[in-house]
């Protein structure tokens, strides 16, 4: 006798339905639904609530809302080159490095430790870190002419500042940094 798997039901069926095959009906068959619907598993779960909302994480970023790659400092050798010879500028929750740029335009690096912290505050800290860089340094430093690389340290002060501190000591390491420069 074969054993079936135990998970398979061994079930006999009549003759009769043997070699007919299930039919599922497509929506433009369905009669109580309107013609043109889309099938709710199509829809999505809470449709009604969606109308009029912008869709988070679609994949393809809004143009001019992302720090370009060739704006971002990604080498371990220039990040240490911005450490060891660089201008410091050091505020409560922050360190400012400044150095010209070997690049044709300027940069951004971020260094933000531990400090003890939860991953979830490191992630708040570098997000607000990288708004700042590149919505107020970036364009100051392209305003002046000259590129420059700038390093953004957090030191442990910075999880306690809320954004609108971070803008200001950046301001402030900014203006210092430029005057130094002059």
Do not use: W
Not at 113 to 141: F, H, Q, S, T, W
Request: some cysteine; overall charge positive; hydrophobic content about 35%.
């Amino acid at each position: 006798m074969d054993r079936a798997a135990p998970y398979e039901a061994d079930v006999q069926t009549p003759q009769s339905q043997a070699g007919q095959q299930a039919r599922i009906p497509g929506s433009h068959e369905d009669a109580r639904r309107p013609e043109g619907s889309v099938a709710s598993s199509q829809e999505g779960p809470r449709q009604t609530r969606r109308v009029g909302r912008r869709e988070v994480g679609t994949g393809e970023p809004v143009s001019g809302e992302s720090l370009p790659r060739a704006a971002r400092i990604r080498l371990t050798s220039e990040i240490r080159a911005l450490l060891e010879r660089g201008k410091r500028k050091r505020t409560a929750g922050l360190d400012v490095f400044f150095l010209p740029s070997p690049a044709s335009r300027s940069r951004l690096g971020l260094i933000v430790p531990k400090y003890g912290r939860r991953i979830v505050e490191r992630n708040k800290l570098k997000r607000r870190l990288r708004e700042l860089g590149r919505r107020e340094v970036l364009p100051a430093l392209d305003a002046r002419g000259a590129p420059h690389d700038v390093l953004l340290r957090a030191r442990s002060g910075a999880y306690a500042l809320d954004f609108g501190e971070l803008v200001a000591e950046v301001r402030s390491a900014l203006e210092v940094m430029c005057s130094l420069e002059s």
